[in-house]
């Protein structure tokens, strides 16, 4: 069983849609929680991190922790063509130090 | 510009010959970092460094080698490349002496390695 399941798509949504994306993981020692942007052979960006448990707003942005059920999601509202990117989500911490997990990625298409 | 630089961006080579590919960032990070991306398993990630002459291993670093002599670079060595290191590699680096983030991660423009 890998550390982090993230569903890789693809997903395709009409523009002005709420999208969400989702990741689960199984190590419980996972403190921070992050979501990346990667566009067509570029090198991911972060978008959104949070610490432990709770939700986290930027813009049309919204990234959510629920560690009881070691359970990510980010939310993009009002989605745009510009969105079309794929979508990881990347944890670390506790035991595992300066370690990053990195979920496989979600392709998402926003069509105007 | 604040920036991670790699080089080369793409490489062609054959089995057992020895390569190297150099990774610079120029924002003073203290933490650099390797990963290959593969479909269908996103980023795995190599080795990391802490600060100068500190790496450690992540969970894929089986026949690649790291050094980390001054702070802005990060080499990955390839001592014997085997077709199943074929992949796209990123360098990544993060957190400065400043209060930095240690969780934002900036990545380079990757490296795309064929190994025949």
């Known amino acids: 069983q890998k550390e982090v399941e993230q569903d890789p798509g693809p997903l395709s949504v009409p523009e002005g849609a709420i999208v969400s994306l989702n990741c689960t993981y199984s190590n419980s020692a996972f403190q921070y929680f992050m979501w990346y942007r990667q566009y067509s052979r570029k090198g991911p960006e972060l978008l959104m991190y949070t610490y432990s448990s709770g939700n986290k707003e930027d813009g049309r942005f919204t990234a959510q922790v629920d560690k009881s059920s070691k359970y990510i999601s980010l939310f993009i509202r009002d989605s745009q063509p510009s969105d079309s990117a794929t979508y990881l989500c990347a944890m670390k911490g506790g035991t595992g130090g300066f370690k990053t997990i990195f979920g496989a990625g979600t392709r998402l298409f926003v069509k105007a | 510009e604040a920036q991670v630089t790699q080089n080369p961006r793409y490489l062609i080579t054959v089995t057992g010959k020895k390569l190297t590919v150099t990774c610079s960032q120029n924002m003073n990070h203290e933490y650099m970092s390797w990963y290959r991306q593969d479909p269908g398993l996103g980023l795995r990630q190599i080795y990391y460094?802490?600060?100068?002459?500190?790496?450690d291993k992540g969970d894929v670093p089986e026949g690649y080698k790291v050094s980390r002599k001054e702070k802005r670079n990060f080499p990955l060595i390839l001592e014997s490349p085997s077709p199943n290191q074929t992949s796209l590699y990123f360098c990544?680096?993060?957190?400065?002496?400043?209060?930095?983030?240690?969780?934002?991660?900036?990545f380079g423009p990757g490296t795309r390695l064929t190994v025949l």
């Open positions: 990544a680096s993060s957190g400065d002496l400043s209060g930095g983030s240690y969780n934002e991660q900036f």
């Open positions: 460094s802490m600060n100068v002459e500190v790496t």
